[in-house]
Nanobody
Framework: QVQLVESGGGLVQAGGSLRLSCAASGSIFSANAMAWYRQAPGKQRELVAAMTRGGSTNYADSVKGRFTISGETAKNTVYLQMNSLKPEDTAVYYC?????????WGQGTQVTVSS
């Protein structure tokens, strides 16, 4: 019923910036929480940044000061602004939203940071 549409992935040089976007379709209910995860080859998926309906946010220590999550829970849209990118940020990034006690995932978008 709910599908997430992602955009913004790509190839950038170290020190560059990238902005990921994600929006839900097929639902009239607001998200309770929205987040971005990432997974590199051979590693487990990890939480990058998250925000709740109340507006609180949290970040992985590795991205604090460089990444910023923002969005509108009422519109089921979420963004991830990534600055000062490093090669170790290279991974597949996934959008996640919790709507009506269900967890939905995007298809994943590749982010590659060259040195």
């Amino acid at each position: 019923q709910v599908q997430l549409v992602e955009s913004g992935g790509g190839l950038v040089q170290a020190g560059g910036s990238l902005r990921l976007s994600c929006a839900a379709s097929g639902s009239i209910f607001s998200a309770n929480a929205m987040a971005w995860y990432r997974q590199a080859p051979g590693k487990q998926r990890e939480l990058v940044a998250a925000m709740t309906r109340g507006g609180s946010t949290n970040y992985a220590d590795s991205v604090k000061g460089r990444f910023t999550i923002s969005g509108e829970t009422a519109k089921n849209t979420v963004y991830l602004q990534m600055n000062s990118l490093k090669p170790e940020d290279t991974a597949v990034y996934y959008c996640n939203m919790v709507v009506r006690r269900y967890s939905y995932w995007g298809q994943g978008t590749q982010v590659t940071v060259s040195s």
